[in-house]
């Protein structure tokens, strides 16, 4: 008859996954040892099963915010796009070949800094006579104050483009150390924060990480040393695109 | 960049069926494909125009499953984040009969690697490279996990009265 049919061969068989000639010879071998077509038939009512189980998740509707984010390209120069995007690629690259997988403890600390950076704006931003330490007309005080007690350049983005401008800001303690609040303010008085902390152990970049609490969002991401984390009590996609901005500035 | 939204919306469906089944819950699956769903988007600039955004998006998804068991079976004092598969993710019509209770049974008892591969093959429909590229395994591998789950699924089941859990007699 046949060569011998293996093991896999019989799963291969119950997934549609054999070429033809090979399917009918496996089929003949059936034929002809009902132990293992008996398997093979149990092999199958397990599969249809489920996937009539699971099958009507996909007709769900899909939750609310379970998207993508919208993304709208801001207007750059041409030649600092593609700077960009260079580096996009050369990060990503880094990034990729680990296939997404970060450190646990990178993603801790990570969330870590979302909690601290919330509760930070939540506390700081409905503030209307002390919202900061140091107002915006010290700006380049501020910097470098902030810069100093951290202990690395700090720079505060310019977010006018977007329709924020700078408040100011304030040092705050973090578990880890010093941390810093930049805090923004938009006409319709819709304040964000960037809360940037130091860790001098860590190093490398992580993409962005979206978390949500009490209304207040919350993207993080680490470049080097510092971990930034934005945020706002606007919706995510809108505050993806001030990220991005952010992002962009303090890596050029 | 509207086409690849379009292409990774395509799959949210998919990617919620997968991550229901791997971790049982169904808000934190949910939460699972939305941290998938940016980080690819974050990273959208990796993937290559006309490959496979369907064994990407799975293998971020199943990297991040991985990263957050990780992070939380090391962190002290909180409870294993073992999947309790109390009830199907679906609830299965009249015409479900015993059998597909006691598979749901018999397969929320499997390990979940082995759940994994099953889930890929046989519910997505994946050819075996591409489920073991998002396993990150070799296919050998993965065809053992296929063997022992479906020996397993299948003991379960003959075995007389049983369907692999308690509940199913009741």
Same mark, same amino acid.
């Given at each position: =008859?046949?060569?011998?049919?293996r093991?896999?061969e019989?799963?291969?068989f119950?997934d549609?996954q054999?070429?033809?000639a090979r ?17 093979v038939?149990a092999?199958?009512r %397990?599969?249809q099963a489920?996937?009539?189980?699971l099958?009507?998740?996909?007709d769900e509707?899909?939750?609310r915010?379970?998207?993508p984010?919208?993304?709208r390209r801001?207007l750059?120069?041409v030649a600092w796009a593609a700077a960009?995007a ?6 990503g690259?880094a ?5 997404? =997988?970060e450190p646990?403890?990178?993603?801790m600390?990570?969330r870590?800094?979302?909690?601290q950076?919330?509760?930070a704006h939540?506390?700081f931003?409905p503030?209307?006579?002390h ?8 700006e380049a005080?501020?910097v470098?104050w902030?810069?100093?007690?951290l202990?690395a350049p700090l720079?505060?983005?310019h ?6 401008a700078?408040?100011?800001?304030r040092?705050?303690s973090?578990?880890?150390g010093?941390?810093a609040q ?7 008085? %819709?304040r964000?924060t960037l809360?940037?902390?130091?860790d001098a152990?860590?190093k490398?970049e992580t993409a962005f990480?979206?978390t949500?609490?009490?209304?207040v969002?919350?993207f ?21 695109e ?6 962009r500035?303090l890596e050029n | 960049?509207?086409?690849m939204?379009?292409l ?6 998919h990617l919620?069926?997968?991550?229901r089944?791997l971790?049982g ?7 699972l ?6 980080r690819?988007?974050?990273r ?5 125009v006309?490959?496979n955004i ?5 293998t971020?998804?199943?990297n991040l ?8 079976r090391?962190t002290?004092?909180l ?10 993710p679906v609830r299965?019509?009249q015409?479900d %009969?015993?059998?597909v209770? %006691? ?22 429909e =994946? ?7 998002v396993l990150?395994i070799?296919v050998g591998?993965? =065809?053992?996990?296929i ?6 699924l299948r ?10 859990g308690q509940?199913?007699?009741?």
């Amino acid at each position: =008859m046949t060569a011998a049919v293996r093991k896999a061969e019989l799963h291969a068989f119950v997934d549609g996954q054999l070429d033809p000639a090979r399917r009918r010879e496996v089929e003949a071998y059936l034929a002809a040892d009902p132990e293992a077509a008996s398997r093979v038939g149990a092999y199958r009512r %397990q599969k249809q099963a489920l996937r009539a189980l699971l099958a009507p998740v996909l007709d769900e509707p899909l939750p609310r915010g379970l998207a993508p984010p919208r993304q709208r390209r801001p207007l750059v120069h041409v030649a600092w796009a593609a700077a960009a995007a260079v580096m996009l690629i050369v990060g990503g690259l880094a990034g990729w070949s680990l296939r997404g =997988m970060e450190p646990p403890d990178t993603a801790m600390a990570e969330r870590a800094v979302a909690d601290q950076a919330a509760i930070a704006h939540a506390v700081f931003t409905p503030q209307r006579r002390h919202p900061v330490e140091v107002g915006a007309k010290e700006e380049a005080h501020l910097v470098k104050w902030l810069s100093n007690v951290l202990g690395a350049p700090l720079r505060a983005p310019h977010l006018g483009d977007l329709g924020y401008a700078l408040v100011g800001g304030r040092l705050l303690s973090a578990p880890s150390g010093p941390a810093a609040q930049f805090m923004y303010e938009n006409p319709a008085k %819709q304040r964000l924060t960037l809360y940037v902390v130091r860790d001098a152990d860590r190093k490398g970049e992580t993409a962005f990480r979206f978390t949500a609490q009490k209304g207040v969002s919350v993207f993080t991401w680490m470049d080097g040393p510092l971990g930034y984390a934005l945020a706002a009590e606007i919706p995510k996609p809108a505050l993806f695109e001030v990220a991005q901005a952010v992002h962009r500035q303090l890596e050029n | 960049m509207s086409d690849m939204r379009h292409l990774i919306v395509d799959q949210i469906p998919h990617l919620r069926r997968y991550a229901r089944a791997l971790v049982g819950d169904r808000a934190q699956a949910d939460d699972l494909v939305q941290d998938c769903l940016e980080r690819a988007w974050s990273r959208m600039h990796l993937w290559t125009v006309g490959t496979n955004i369907r064994a990407w998006l799975f293998t971020i998804l199943h990297n991040l499953h991985l990263n957050a068991a990780r992070k939380h079976r090391n962190t002290p004092g909180l409870v294993p984040l073992e999947t309790t598969f109390t009830e199907p993710p679906v609830r299965p019509t009249q015409e479900d %009969q015993l059998e597909v209770q %006691q598979v749901w049974q018999a397969f929320s008892a499997l390990p979940e690697p082995q759940r994994a591969a099953l889930l890929l093959i046989t519910v997505e429909e =994946m050819s075996y490279e591409e489920a073991a590229g998002v396993l990150g395994i070799p296919v050998g591998t993965l =065809m053992s996990r296929i063997h022992r789950g479906r020996e397993r699924l299948r003991r379960l089941m003959d075995a007389p009265g049983a369907g692999g859990g308690q509940g199913v007699e009741q």
